[in-house]
Nanobody
Framework: QVQLVESGGGLVQAGGSLRLSCAASGRTFRSAAMGWFRQAPGKERELIARSARDGSALYADSVRRRFTLSRDSAKKVVSLQMSNLKPEDTAVYYC??????????????WGQGTQVTVSS
């Protein structure tokens, strides 16, 4: 019912910035619950940003102070502003609604993700 389409990835130099966008459609979509995940080659997919019940954003230690989660509920678009990118940020980035029972799982079928590559 809900389809996720990530965009905005690309090749950037260390210290650069990118803004990723997540567009979703479907009658069951709730933009307020959308978070961001990433998966590096040979690594497990990890949750890096999500929203708490009070509306504040929570971030993994690896991206805190560098990444910012935002959303436009009316347009059903969720963004991830990434600054001061590092080579270790290289991964495929996905959006999804984190499962409350397992933060590493999503409640919606995964999209294809968008590749972010940070050169040194």
């Amino acid at each position: 019912q809900v389809q996720l389409v990530e965009s905005g990835g690309g090749l950037v130099q260390a210290g650069g910035s990118l803004r990723l966008s997540c567009a979703a459609s479907g009658r069951t979509f709730r933009s307020a619950a959308m978070g961001w995940f990433r998966q590096a080659p040979g690594k497990e997919r990890e949750l890096i940003a999500r929203s708490a019940r009070d509306g504040s954003a929570l971030y993994a230690d690896s991206v805190r102070r560098r990444f910012t989660l935002s959303r436009d509920s009316a347009k059903k678009v969720v963004s991830l502003q990434m600054s001061n990118l590092k080579p270790e940020d290289t991964a495929v980035y996905y959006c999804n609604i984190p499962s409350p029972t397992n933060w590493n799982h999503g409640l919606i079928s995964w999209g294809q993700g968008t590749q972010v590559t940070v050169s040194s």
